[in-house]
Structure formats: structure tokens, C-alpha cells
């Protein structure tokens, strides 16, 4: 690759990242749902930019359909839809906070030496574009049984899901009634 | 592509059917608090059962492989966790039989451990990352939800809420492991990926290493491996303690079965000295366990501490297995046996509980004159756990401890696992030997002896019989053990 479209890469991925991991906090930290879920589609939307650059068109087009279009778009329909003030005390132990951002540097250190140090910079990539027939091919012979599995998982979220949001004491009231 | 008629298809299918049509039925019956759930979700585990011992008698099954060209394998390995987790489904289904009466979303309830066996079972029957993780989370987001299930009790949100951000975690690393993997050899067949890190050059180990690294750091949170064990304690006692004995008995198996798969064979084939660094990590844990044990004042707490505790010793085995013939087929054996023994504990616990409410071990006294049959499931599983003949714990911990010594030979530092599993028994025999004292040898309140729960009553008596039974004629049990263990020297042939 040329050197300049190596750098406009480098600094693409740059400004992804920082937009990705700074929405991801952001998404963390604030205290308003709705910002929060917004900040949340963003760092979606992100990743689906780095999929581009690592040339996975076809998983860009998929976490931008799934992740930013149904499920950050279900989250904040949700936030709107349910009571909005704020239903669990804050407590904050700022020894905890920074004892455990210092692990999350430490560990992302530690990994970022590996994987710096590892041949990984030398690694010659000539992979041809990918066929998306093999993709799908592979999905119903391979790994058939994984996407039945995969279908469980979704019915056994749901179950639980409709359980855990199913208010009791609304029932009850109608018993008495 | 694997044949739609092999044993771990057949197993999705049966309970996969079953646990997904449960809820549409309490939708269309609109009544509370029914055992008819319990029922069926009790006789699609005991068909499933009945189906695995089928295959294995019948030997329609593979010997225990390491690899396969598929997604899931049906073999030995596969089935010998497939008994122990549905056993342990099987004992928590009817031991919830009297705790769920009257309660709401019973048909959920059941629902939830049909579909949680399945990702149990499947683990032990997956032979590619994919499908492995796939079948992790298939155990573990019903168990998120069956943790959190008492909605009413603080300590259950608590524990449901530790329990899916510990969860959430460490499926993250777990996929970053399959994503290095993957990005060093192109595979996530497990074989593949194993042959990919033997052909790897000197640069390129330390990604594999870290991979391998990701994978026992995941696989340790499930486990309650110290220090990836800080969740485990508060999620068992907040959860329902039936639940507390799925996840002990079967959820922390299941993690074993993942890092047999995984794990054990990366290390044997990147000839790498993980094993030292697991032996230790099981000296800690066991000892961690034990200790904490000792000072807890609560009965599922305690158990919950033993149960770490167990996963050290469970660990010696595997740290083991690339110098002694006999370490894998030990932690087998004491796989099956924790998990009789663990969710027998536990459901005694929860008959405790619904009878007289009390979890406090001060609580316990004269309690074997109150719940004379529940009292001596008790009393028999904790001396099983504690390793005292002639129960089954005693074979499987002496198999672990002897396979320790026997890798002496190769591996100098091994014995010192032994001598460190046998001080730990004897630790834990002091915090088992109170509960007892408490139970038989103090006099409680009232003497008047209460009515026990039936559905606690069988599971009781089945686990007795189990626990006597291998404790006194094991040879079946080390034989079926011995046939699960994959044979390891294939994997020298692909270096």
C-alpha cells in the first residue's frame, strides 16, 4: 500500500477509535437515558466503521441494520416508554473508580506490549474478497446446529426477559378487584 | 455437517421443544403455582437421560475425540458431562417441585432450566469455538434471569445483577481469545486451531499464548477459579437455593468442560508450561475457599465457598494431565461426584429453607430430629465433599491426589498439589463437622419434627443412594470416567 493511503488509514482508524471508546464512556457516564442511548448508537456505529476498514462491508452493513437500526432503536423506545426518574441511588466510592480504571490501563497495557511485540506488524494479508455464497453456505451446513442453538438463546431471552418485566403487584390488584 | 440423528441434536431438539412450549401452555392454562410444568420438564430431562444412557450402552457413539471436521461431536467425553448435567438438572427440577408451589412463572421457571441444560450439555459435545460460545451463553442468559427470579428479594436482584456483569465480562474475553485465534489460524474448528498454534512461528506464540491466557481467565469466572471468584458468593446466597444448586452442580461443570476442551488441549499442543501456573492456581483456590468457608455464619454461603473450594481440587487434575496417565479421568470422576454431592447440599438447603426459613447455620440446631431425612442428605453429601470413606468423594479425591503424586516423577513440584488437597480436606472437614455438630449434637428450640417436603425427600434419597452406592462400589463409575477421557497422545502427531 502507499504510504499516503497507509496514513489516511491510520488516521481514519484514529478518529474512529476515539469516536467509538469516547461514546462508549460517554454511554456509561451520563446520567440521562436518553443521551446515554444515543451515545450508545454511536459507539455502534463506530464499530461498523472499523468493520469498513478492516474491508468487511458485508459485517458493516449488519451491525448498522442490527445494532444501530433495531436494537440501539428498541433501547431508546424503551427509555421513552418507561418512567424516566431515576430509580437507583448513586453511590460512588471514588477508590473503586480509580482502582479500577488503573486495572483497565494495566491490562490494556499488558496486551498492548503483546501484541506490539508479536510478529503480528510483519503478517502479509493477501486475502481475496470475500464470497458472500460461501458465508451463507457455511451457516446452514457447519454451523446449522449453531444457529439453532443461536435461536434458543433468543427465545430463552425473551422468556426470561417477559418474566422479569411482567409486574406482579398489577395481577394482584386485579385479584382483589 | 453433523448427522441430524447424533445424540447432542437429538438432546436440543427434545428439550429445546419442551422448554419453549412450557410458557405457551401457562399462557393457554392461565394458572399459578401448577407442578404439571415441574412434571413435564421432569420427564423431558429423564427421557433425555435415558436417551444418552441408550447411546452409550448401545455404543452408538464415538470414543472421546478431541477433534472433529464438525461443530459437535458425538462422543464419550460429550456424554459423561451430559449425565453429570442432567442429573444435576434433573435433581434441581424436582427439588424445586415444593419451593416453586404457589409461587408465579412457574412454567418459566422450568422453561429456563430445560434451556439452560441444553447449553450445559452442548458445551461438553462442542468441538468449535463458535458453537462452544454459542452454547456458553445458551447456559448462561437463563441462568441470569433463574438467578434473579425471587423479584421481590433484594439479595436475589443483587445476585442476579452481580451474576450478569461477571457473565457479561467474561463472554467478552472469552470472544476476544476466539477472535485471536481465529485471526492466527483462520479456523474456529477447535482442532484446526490447535494444529494452526503448533505451526505458528516464535513471534507469533505470544498471541497464542495470550489467547489461551483469554480463554482460562474466561472460563475461570464461571469455574470460581481465585481471583476470577469474587461474584460467586453473593450470587449463591441471593439466588433461589435450588438455582444456587444448578449453578454450583452444573453451570461451574460446564466451564470445566469448556476448559478440557480448550484449554487443556491448547497447552498440551503449544508445549507450553501452563501447567505450573495451573497447579498453583489451584493450591490458591482451594486454600481461599476452605479459609472463607470456615468464617461463614450462613449455610448457602458456606456451601458456596466449598464449592470454589472444589473447583481447586478439581483443578489438580487437570494441572496434571500432561505428566500423569490418570488426571484427567480423576477430574472426571470428581466432576460427577461434585456435582451429586454440591446439588445435593444445596437442595437440602432449599428444603431447609421453604420448611422453617432459616439459613443461619446458629439456626440449624436439633435439626435432625425436625427434618430427620433432610438432616441426613445433609449430613452424608458434606462428608462426601469433605472426602471421608466410604463415600464417592473419597475415590475421586484419592484418584486427584494420586494422580498428583504420580506425575511426581515428571513434574517435581506435582506432589506438593497432593499434600496441599489433603491439608485443605482436612480444613474443610472442621467448617462440615460444625454444621453436623450443630444439626445432631445441640438441642434446638423444639423438638417437634416438621413435615418434610416430598419432592426434597427423593432427591435425598436418590443422592444417599448415589453417594454409598459409588462410594462403595466406584469400578463402574472410574471405568465410564476412564472411557471419557480423550486420548491425549493424538495430539502429539500434529506437531
Redesign the interface.
Given at each position: 500500500m502507499a504510504n499516503g493511503a497507509q496514513h489516511m488509514v491510520d488516521s481514519i482508524f484514529l478518529a474512529v477509535s476515539v469516536l467509538t471508546i469516547g461514546s462508549a464512556i460517554a454511554a456509561l457516564e451520563i446520567r440521562s437515558l436518553i443521551y446515554g442511548s444515543i451515545a450508545l448508537m454511536i459507539t455502534l456505529s463506530g464499530i461498523a466503521g472499523f468493520f469498513l476498514l478492516l474491508d468487511a462491508p458485508f459485517v458493516a452493513m449488519f451491525q448498522l441494520s442490527v445494532y444501530v437500526g433495531s436494537i440501539a432503536v428498541l433501547i431508546l423506545f424503551t427509555v421513552m416508554l418507561v418512567r424516566r426518574e431515576l430509580i437507583f441511588n448513586k453511590i460512588e466510592d471514588s477508590r473503586r473508580r480509580y482502582a479500577g480504571i488503573g486495572l483497565m490501563i494495566i491490562i490494556m497495557l499488558g496486551?498492548g506490549t503483546?501484541?506490539i511485540?508479536?510478529?503480528?506488524k510483519?503478517m502479509e494479508t493477501n486475502t481475496q474478497t470475500i464470497d458472500y455464497r460461501k458465508i451463507g453456505e457455511d451457516f446452514l451446513?457447519?454451523?446449522?446446529?449453531?444457529l439453532?442453538?443461536?435461536a434458543?438463546?433468543l427465545?430463552?431471552?425473551v422468556?426470561?426477559?417477559?418474566?422479569?418485566a411482567?409486574r406482579?403487584d398489577v395481577?394482584n390488584e386485579q385479584r382483589t378487584d | 455437517?453433523?448427522e441430524f440423528t447424533s445424540t447432542?441434536?437429538i438432546l436440543?431438539i427434545l428439550l429445546?421443544a419442551v422448554?419453549?412450549i412450557l410458557?405457551v401452555i401457562s399462557i393457554i392454562r392461565k394458572e399459578r403455582g401448577s407442578s404439571l410444568y415441574g412434571g413435564i420438564a421432569f420427564g423431558a430431562l429423564i427421557a433425555a437421560i435415558c436417551f444418552v444412557a441408550y447411546q452409550i450402552l448401545s455404543k452408538h457413539i464415538m470414543p472421546a475425540a478431541i477433534f472433529s471436521k464438525?461443530?459437535?461431536v458425538d462422543d464419550t467425553f460429550g456424554s459423561f458431562f451430559a449425565i453429570a448435567m442432567l442429573l444435576v438438572s434433573i435433581m434441581t427440577t424436582v427439588g424445586s417441585f415444593n419451593y416453586m408451589r404457589g409461587r408465579?412463572?412457574t412454567a418459566?421457571?422450568y422453561?429456563?432450566i430445560l434451556?439452560?441444560s441444553?447449553?450445559m450439555v452442548?458445551i461438553a459435545y462442542s468441538t468449535?469455538l463458535?458453537?462452544l460460545f454459542?452454547?456458553w451463553?445458551?447456559m448462561s442468559?437463563?441462568t441470569?434471569?433463574l438467578a434473579?427470579?425471587n423479584?421481590?428479594d433484594p439479595s436475589s436482584n443483587e445476585a442476579a445483577i452481580k451474576y450478569f456483569l461477571f457473565g457479561a465480562l467474561s463472554s467478552g474475553i472469552i470472544i476476544y481469545g476466539i477472535s485471536i485465534a481465529y485471526g492466527l489460524t483462520g479456523s474456529t474448528n477447535i482442532g484446526d486451531v490447535i494444529s494452526g498454534f503448533s505451526k505458528l512461528?516464535p513471534?507469533?506464540?505470544?498471541?497464542a499464548l495470550?489467547a489461551v491466557g483469554m480463554f482460562i481467565a474466561g472460563f475461570g469466572f464461571k469455574i470460581g477459579l481465585v481471583p476470577f471468584h469474587m461474584w460467586l458468593p453473593d450470587t449463591y446466597e441471593g439466588s433461589p437455593p435450588t438455582i444456587a444448586g444448578l449453578l454450583a452442580a452444573g453451570t461451574k461443570k460446564a466451564g470445566f468442560a469448556a476448559a478440557l476442551r480448550v484449554i487443556i488441549m491448547g497447552t498440551i499442543a503449544l508445549n507450553v508450561d501452563w501447567a505450573f501456573a495451573l497447579g498453583i492456581i489451584a493450591i490458591v483456590t482451594m486454600t481461599v475457599g476452605n479459609l472463607a468457608a470456615i468464617m461463614q455464619k450462613n449455610l448457602t454461603r458456606m456451601l458456596a465457598y466449598s464449592s470454589i473450594a472444589h473447583a481447586g481440587y478439581i483443578l489438580i487434575g487437570l494441572s496434571v494431565a500432561p505428566f500423569s496417565q490418570i488426571g484427567i479421568q480423576a477430574s472426571l470422576f470428581h466432576i460427577l461426584n461434585h456435582a451429586v454431592m454440591k446439588a445435593a447440599a444445596f437442595i437440602a438447603a432449599a428444603g431447609i429453607i421453604t420448611t422453617l426459613a432459616v439459613s443461619h447455620i446458629d439456626k440449624l440446631r436439633g435439626l435432625g430430629k425436625r427434618m430427620p431425612i433432610t438432616s441426613l442428605g445433609l449430613v452424608i453429601s458434606l462428608l462426601a465433599l469433605a472426602g471421608v470413606p466410604p463415600l464417592n468423594g473419597f475415590w475421586s479425591k484419592l484418584m486427584l491426589f494420586g494422580a498428583a503424586i504420580n506425575a511426581g516423577s515428571v513434574a517435581p513440584w506435582a506432589p506438593y498439589l497432593a499434600v496441599a488437597g489433603v491439608l485443605n480436606s482436612a480444613l474443610s472437614l472442621a467448617y462440615y463437622g460444625w454444621i453436623i455438630r450443630k444439626m445432631y449434637f445441640e438441642e434446638g428450640e423444639s423438638d417437634k419434627r416438621v413435615k418434610e417436603p416430598k419432592s426434597i425427600i427423593a432427591v435425598m434419597i436418590f443422592s444417599i443412594i448415589f453417594m454409598v452406592g459409588i462410594g462403595v462400589y466406584p469400578d463402574p463409575i472410574i471405568e465410564f470416567a476412564k472411557s471419557a477421557v480423550p486420548n491425549l497422545s493424538a495430539l502429539s502427531t500434529i506437531h
Amino acid at each position: 500500500m502507499a504510504n499516503g493511503a497507509q496514513h489516511m488509514v491510520d488516521s481514519i482508524f484514529l478518529a474512529v477509535s476515539v469516536l467509538t471508546i469516547g461514546s462508549a464512556i460517554a454511554a456509561l457516564e451520563i446520567r440521562s437515558l436518553i443521551y446515554g442511548s444515543i451515545a450508545l448508537m454511536i459507539t455502534l456505529s463506530g464499530i461498523a466503521g472499523f468493520f469498513l476498514l478492516l474491508d468487511a462491508p458485508f459485517v458493516a452493513m449488519f451491525q448498522l441494520s442490527v445494532y444501530v437500526g433495531s436494537i440501539a432503536v428498541l433501547i431508546l423506545f424503551t427509555v421513552m416508554l418507561v418512567r424516566r426518574e431515576l430509580i437507583f441511588n448513586k453511590i460512588e466510592d471514588s477508590r473503586r473508580r480509580y482502582a479500577g480504571i488503573g486495572l483497565m490501563i494495566i491490562i490494556m497495557l499488558g496486551i498492548g506490549t503483546i501484541i506490539i511485540g508479536s510478529g503480528l506488524k510483519t503478517m502479509e494479508t493477501n486475502t481475496q474478497t470475500i464470497d458472500y455464497r460461501k458465508i451463507g453456505e457455511d451457516f446452514l451446513t457447519y454451523y446449522s446446529p449453531a444457529l439453532i442453538v443461536m435461536a434458543l438463546i433468543l427465545s430463552s431471552s425473551v422468556i426470561g426477559a417477559l418474566a422479569l418485566a411482567k409486574r406482579e403487584d398489577v395481577t394482584n390488584e386485579q385479584r382483589t378487584d | 455437517m453433523i448427522e441430524f440423528t447424533s445424540t447432542p441434536i437429538i438432546l436440543t431438539i427434545l428439550l429445546g421443544a419442551v422448554g419453549v412450549i412450557l410458557p405457551v401452555i401457562s399462557i393457554i392454562r392461565k394458572e399459578r403455582g401448577s407442578s404439571l410444568y415441574g412434571g413435564i420438564a421432569f420427564g423431558a430431562l429423564i427421557a433425555a437421560i435415558c436417551f444418552v444412557a441408550y447411546q452409550i450402552l448401545s455404543k452408538h457413539i464415538m470414543p472421546a475425540a478431541i477433534f472433529s471436521k464438525n461443530v459437535l461431536v458425538d462422543d464419550t467425553f460429550g456424554s459423561f458431562f451430559a449425565i453429570a448435567m442432567l442429573l444435576v438438572s434433573i435433581m434441581t427440577t424436582v427439588g424445586s417441585f415444593n419451593y416453586m408451589r404457589g409461587r408465579s412463572n412457574t412454567a418459566v421457571y422450568y422453561s429456563l432450566i430445560l434451556l439452560a441444560s441444553i447449553g450445559m450439555v452442548l458445551i461438553a459435545y462442542s468441538t468449535d469455538l463458535v458453537m462452544l460460545f454459542v452454547a456458553w451463553e445458551l447456559m448462561s442468559i437463563p441462568t441470569y434471569v433463574l438467578a434473579g427470579f425471587n423479584k421481590k428479594d433484594p439479595s436475589s436482584n443483587e445476585a442476579a445483577i452481580k451474576y450478569f456483569l461477571f457473565g457479561a465480562l467474561s463472554s467478552g474475553i472469552i470472544i476476544y481469545g476466539i477472535s485471536i485465534a481465529y485471526g492466527l489460524t483462520g479456523s474456529t474448528n477447535i482442532g484446526d486451531v490447535i494444529s494452526g498454534f503448533s505451526k505458528l512461528g516464535p513471534d507469533m506464540m505470544p498471541l497464542a499464548l495470550l489467547a489461551v491466557g483469554m480463554f482460562i481467565a474466561g472460563f475461570g469466572f464461571k469455574i470460581g477459579l481465585v481471583p476470577f471468584h469474587m461474584w460467586l458468593p453473593d450470587t449463591y446466597e441471593g439466588s433461589p437455593p435450588t438455582i444456587a444448586g444448578l449453578l454450583a452442580a452444573g453451570t461451574k461443570k460446564a466451564g470445566f468442560a469448556a476448559a478440557l476442551r480448550v484449554i487443556i488441549m491448547g497447552t498440551i499442543a503449544l508445549n507450553v508450561d501452563w501447567a505450573f501456573a495451573l497447579g498453583i492456581i489451584a493450591i490458591v483456590t482451594m486454600t481461599v475457599g476452605n479459609l472463607a468457608a470456615i468464617m461463614q455464619k450462613n449455610l448457602t454461603r458456606m456451601l458456596a465457598y466449598s464449592s470454589i473450594a472444589h473447583a481447586g481440587y478439581i483443578l489438580i487434575g487437570l494441572s496434571v494431565a500432561p505428566f500423569s496417565q490418570i488426571g484427567i479421568q480423576a477430574s472426571l470422576f470428581h466432576i460427577l461426584n461434585h456435582a451429586v454431592m454440591k446439588a445435593a447440599a444445596f437442595i437440602a438447603a432449599a428444603g431447609i429453607i421453604t420448611t422453617l426459613a432459616v439459613s443461619h447455620i446458629d439456626k440449624l440446631r436439633g435439626l435432625g430430629k425436625r427434618m430427620p431425612i433432610t438432616s441426613l442428605g445433609l449430613v452424608i453429601s458434606l462428608l462426601a465433599l469433605a472426602g471421608v470413606p466410604p463415600l464417592n468423594g473419597f475415590w475421586s479425591k484419592l484418584m486427584l491426589f494420586g494422580a498428583a503424586i504420580n506425575a511426581g516423577s515428571v513434574a517435581p513440584w506435582a506432589p506438593y498439589l497432593a499434600v496441599a488437597g489433603v491439608l485443605n480436606s482436612a480444613l474443610s472437614l472442621a467448617y462440615y463437622g460444625w454444621i453436623i455438630r450443630k444439626m445432631y449434637f445441640e438441642e434446638g428450640e423444639s423438638d417437634k419434627r416438621v413435615k418434610e417436603p416430598k419432592s426434597i425427600i427423593a432427591v435425598m434419597i436418590f443422592s444417599i443412594i448415589f453417594m454409598v452406592g459409588i462410594g462403595v462400589y466406584p469400578d463402574p463409575i472410574i471405568e465410564f470416567a476412564k472411557s471419557a477421557v480423550p486420548n491425549l497422545s493424538a495430539l502429539s502427531t500434529i506437531h
